[in-house]
């Protein structure tokens, strides 16, 4: 089943092009992420994750995005070195996007009108009022590593706060479920 999310298109981190409908009866993790943000060591968990979990048919989608304090300003090829090299990254990473403010990719303005409200992210939110950062649009992105689970059918599942780990229990059971759907 294609699934107008499945028909958005992306390119891969090397130009190709693509579209989440190559990863069509897969469950996927959407995550926009970033190489020089204080949530960066994330890489290493989703990582764990995708080699523990993608042959039961999860594949986590990495979307380097530069909205949140800078923090991933190098090129597709730089981050591509830096994923590699720092975390041996071998899950799937795309061209950087913006996943914020009216130069959102029309990804992620799909994903935010699908599940517009993150499980957990109270605790960061306040975390970043304290440093003077917040959010107009509560529906909007909060940071780097918000996570968006996709099911095998191309609909949104569910979405999680950026500081929910990849091994965290909310996640995982969320995941489990929609590989066993």
Known sequence: ??????????????????SL???????????????????TPQYAGLEKLYEDKRAQGLEVLGFPANDFGAQEPGTDAEIKDFCAL????????????????????????????????ALGDGPFREKLKGY????????????????FLVGR???????FAPDITADDPRLLTAIEAALAA
């Not at 999310?5 to 130009?15: A, C, F, M, S, T």
């Not at 041996?88 to 303005?109: C, E, N, Q, T």
């Not at 059918?153 to 979405?159: E, F, M, Y």
């Open 86 to 117: 720092t975390y041996d990254v071998k899950f799937p990473l795309f061209s950087k996007i913006s996943v914020l403010g009216a130069g959102r990719h029309a990804l992620y303005d799909a994903l935010t009108a699908a599940q517009p409200a």
């Open 1 to 18: 089943m294609t699934t107008a999310l499945q028909n958005i298109p992306v390119n891969r981190i090397d130009g190709v092009p693509s």
């Open 21 to 39: 409908g190559d990863y069509a009866g897969k469950v996927l993790l959407v995550v926009n992420v970033a190489s020089k943000c204080g949530l």
């Open 153 to 159: 059918d191309g609909k949104v599942i569910a979405r």
């Open 132 to 147: 003077g950062i917040s959010r107009d649009d509560p529906t909007d992105v909060l940071w780097n590593f918000e996570k």
